[in-house]
């Protein structure tokens, strides 16, 4: 079915595959522009005083049933396949998912109780114990090293299941996926070689590989991207090896002090634990300092002030945070080639995704891969998760002796119930001891800012942040970032932003970020109106990265359906670069890009919104785009999100599946 998909060679340039359909497009989308209004206006009429649904200029509305139609039809004619093969493909591939139905608006208690279909459990819900693809799911068998290194001697010997023989590689290999190779037009070698899926660009007729000397040499000695897991701390952090001589201070003087202190409810919100008489309130130990600890080894050679001096707060390294736009760390899709996409828009702060500091501690290469930095990003932060003082000051430590941030964010916001349940996340908000002795503790061991983001609260009518952020500001926290919703609401109704602004007064003179529901330049105004220092992004950067330069150029920008084209094309270049151009990396590409997609496609071009600007809580009923393309990157079924990642990256594998996070939206 997908085996004509790219004799063009897409990945050269997307503008073709968009001027194939222009002409055409503009006869077909007035046809269907006029079958709509006349099949479907009556129906219409009733949707578009729907609540919640987006406002879309009565021209461009149209049906489910002429939706797919127009799409389905304008794929199979463009790409030339026959019903046979199409016919084929559906049988290995089974019964087609269908689409989840629109959501409903919920009804009023007068309205009646609603009709419950026997499977509306299906398709509802998230996807919580997704399984693993592994690496080498789509690549059947590789080359052996033994046959492109010459001083290797394959130590399996009959035994081996790779290629030995190059020849033979090539022939079972998966066609290329295009001419040109993004990594050897980049730094001027490809180091995937003959796995590469754009092989061909740079391998000679006797399976050579070629190399740009001068692009080799301008490239030497650059990193691109840094905090790598090292081989050797790994192995250390698997043997539990690494000391944390810091960590162990700050521990000491809680062991000390753990006799000393009334025991506090975790219940008990922001109390502290004080006596009734003044004179009787206890004393902390104080944190010990540098020259109250003996060296493990003997030390030889002069004796400096970083020896003996502990840096004061006054002394850490500062940020200013203030003004700036903040994309939000965002858990699978904010991932480092979506962050190099943003800051390219106009990102100021970026910060990579929640890791596990135990994971952190264990070693765990994937943990670790969550803290890499691109060297674009020149103001970076990672965040960390963890509900035990003695694991998160371990963990800073190590972030702090390992890798090259500007700043260590807590996460005290996560709702789902795996991180909650543990004490995590939201959990810390109702353990307030804990919070201190995790925040003080990280304070004590980090030389950059700490960071921290929180909710309102758990319970959706009990806000409890405005009393975490006066006793926050006495702990040494730099910045605090606040999502303006409870764990109960998670992403439903809208952020409370008179409430953020509340917040934001107490913080003084802390800077406080708000968060929640932006998906505008006017939304992102109007929250510097409640007198916020910054702005977080979440969401809106995956519905509309471009929203950044949207903000900073106080404009709505009617961007086309060739340049949000040109985004994902970005976006599969870096990929390529992050996780390789070989097969594993295409496959890592294409599910990365399909999770982003199933945000992106909630986009509502400017041109088509009967009132701008797009609310993010508007969802968007069916219409045509202005041309085929603009239609396509409008369907929330996840067939033609498929076909997008085709256009980048080739047909997908026999074998591919995508599972994504919601079970409305799956793909086998």
């Known amino acids: 079915m997908h085996s004509l998909i790219f004799c063009c060679g897409i990945m050269c340039s997307c503008g073709s595959f968009v001027e194939m359909f222009q002409s055409e497009d503009k006869r077909l989308v007035s046809d269907r522009m006029m079958e709509a209004s006349a099949e479907g206006t009556a129906e219409r009429a009733t949707h578009a005083a729907v609540k919640g649904e987006a406002a879309i200029k009565q021209e461009f509305l149209t049906t489910k049933d002429q939706f797919h139609g127009?799409?389905?039809?304008?794929?199979?004619?463009?790409?030339?396949?026959?019903?046979?093969?199409?016919c084929t493909l559906e049988?290995?591939?089974?019964?087609?998912?269908?689409?989840?139905?629109?959501?409903?608006?919920?009804?009023?208690?007068?309205?009646?109780?609603?009709?419950?279909?026997?499977?509306?459990?299906?398709?509802?819900?998230?996807?919580?114990?997704?399984?693993?693809?592994?690496?080498?799911?789509?690549?059947?068998?590789?080359?052996?090293?033994?046959?492109?290194?010459?001083?290797?001697?394959?130590?399996?010997?009959?035994?081996?299941?790779?290629?030995?023989?190059?020849?033979?590689?090539?022939?079972?290999?998966?066609?290329?996926?295009?001419?040109?190779?993004?990594?050897?037009?980049?730094?001027?070698?490809?180091?995937?070689?003959?796995?590469?899926?754009?092989?061909?660009?740079?391998?000679?007729?006797?399976?050579?590989?070629?190399?740009?000397?001068?692009?080799?040499?301008?490239?030497?000695?650059?990193?691109?991207?840094?905090?790598?897991?090292?081989?050797?701390?790994?192995?250390?952090?698997?043997?539990?090896?690494?000391?944390?001589?810091?960590?162990?201070?700050?521990?000491?003087?809680?062991?000390?002090?753990?006799?000393?202190?009334?025991?506090?409810?975790?219940?008990?919100?922001?109390?502290?634990?004080?006596?009734?008489?003044?004179?009787?309130?206890?004393q902390e130990e104080p944190l010990p300092t540098s020259q109250d600890v003996q060296p493990p080894v003997k030390t030889v050679g002069p004796l400096t002030d970083a020896d003996v001096i502990k840096l004061r707060p006054c002394e850490k390294k500062t940020v200013d945070f203030r003004d700036k736009l903040y994309l939000a760390p965002l858990t699978t899709c904010g991932n480092l080639p979506f962050r190099r996409v943003c800051k390219r828009f106009g990102a100021d702060i970026t910060c990579g995704e929640m890791a596990m500091c135990t994971n952190l501690l264990q070693g765990h290469q994937s943990e670790w891969a969550l803290l890499k930095r691109h060297e674009s990003e020149d103001l970076f932060g990672v965040q960390v998760e963890g509900c035990f003082p003695d694991t998160m000051t371990r963990c800073a430590e190590l972030i702090n002796s390992h890798t090259d941030v500007d700043f260590?964010?807590?996460?005290?916001?996560?709702?789902?119930?795996?991180?909650?349940?543990?004490?995590?996340?939201?959990?810390?908000?109702?353990?307030?001891?804990?919070?201190?002795?995790?925040?003080?503790?990280m304070n004590y061991v980090l030389d950059v800012p700490l960071t921290v983001k929180i909710r309102t609260g758990v319970q959706e009518k009990s806000n409890i942040a405005h009393k975490l952020i006066g006793e926050m500001k006495n702990w040494g926290v730099s910045m605090i970032t606040l999502h303006g919703r409870s764990r109960e609401q998670r992403y439903t109704k809208l952020a409370d932003w008179d409430y953020i602004s509340t917040c934001s007064k107490a913080a003084s003179p802390v800077p406080l970020f708000g968060n929640g529901d932006i998906l505008s330049y006017e939304d992102a105004m109007k929250a510097r109106e409640t007198g916020v220092s910054g702005v977080m992004i979440a969401r809106g950067?995956?519905?509309?990265?471009?929203?950044?330069?949207?903000?900073?150029?106080?404009?709505?920008?009617?961007?086309?359906?060739?340049?949000?084209?040109?985004?994902?094309?970005?976006?599969?270049?870096f990929g390529l670069e992050h996780w390789g151009s070989d097969t594993r990396g295409v496959e890592k590409t294409r599910s990365f890009m399909l999770e982003w997609l199933s945000f992106m496609c909630r986009y509502i071009p400017v041109g088509l919104l009967?009132?701008?600007?797009?609310?993010?809580?508007?969802?968007?009923?069916?219409?045509?785009?202005?041309?085929?393309?603009?239609?396509?990157?409008?369907?929330?079924?996840?067939?033609?999100?498929?076909?997008?990642?085709?256009?980048?990256?080739?047909?997908?594998?026999?074998?591919?599946?995508?599972?994504?996070?919601?079970?409305?939206?799956?793909?086998k």
Request: hydrophobic share 25%.
């Open 70 to 86: 127009y799409l389905d039809t304008e794929w199979q004619g463009s790409k030339g396949e026959k019903n046979s093969e199409k």
């Open 408 to 441: 260590v964010d807590i996460n005290s916001g996560c709702p789902i119930d795996l991180v909650y349940k543990k004490g995590g996340g939201c959990g810390l908000m109702t353990r307030t001891r804990k919070f201190e002795q995790i925040i003080k503790g």
């Open 91 to 282: 049988e290995k591939k089974g019964p087609p998912v269908e689409e989840p139905e629109s959501k409903k608006p919920k009804l009023d208690p007068e309205d009646g109780t609603k009709s419950e279909k026997p499977d509306k459990k299906r398709y509802r819900g998230q996807n919580k114990s997704r399984p693993h693809t592994k690496p080498n799911t789509y690549e059947e068998k590789r080359l052996c090293l033994s046959a492109i290194q010459k001083d290797y001697d394959c130590r399996f010997g009959d035994k081996c299941t790779f290629y030995h023989d190059v020849g033979e590689y090539m022939a079972s290999k998966p066609a290329d996926i295009g001419e040109r190779c993004y990594l050897y037009d980049t730094f001027g070698k490809c180091e995937y070689g003959l796995a590469c899926r754009f092989a061909k660009a740079h391998t000679t007729a006797d399976f050579k590989t070629l190399e740009k000397a001068d692009l080799v040499k301008a490239c030497e000695g650059r990193t691109m991207v840094k905090n790598s897991l090292g081989k050797d701390l790994q192995y250390r952090l698997r043997k539990r090896s690494v000391t944390f001589t810091k960590s162990e201070e700050y521990l000491k003087t809680l062991s000390n002090n753990k006799d000393k202190q009334e025991p506090q409810r975790n219940g008990d919100v922001c109390t502290a634990a004080v006596s009734a008489d003044p004179k009787e309130e206890k």
């Open 610 to 667: 009967e009132r701008v600007p797009q609310k993010i809580n508007e969802r968007p009923p069916y219409y045509m785009g202005r041309n085929y393309l603009e239609s396509l990157m409008a369907s929330q079924y996840v067939e033609d999100w498929i076909r997008i990642s085709e256009m980048l990256l080739g047909p997908v594998p026999k074998n591919f599946n995508f599972l994504p996070k919601h079970k409305a939206n799956s793909y």
């Open 541 to 573: 950067a995956l519905i509309k990265p471009w929203i950044f330069t949207e903000i900073k150029e106080s404009r709505h920008w009617d961007i086309s359906s060739s340049e949000r084209l040109d985004i994902l094309k970005d976006f599969t270049n």
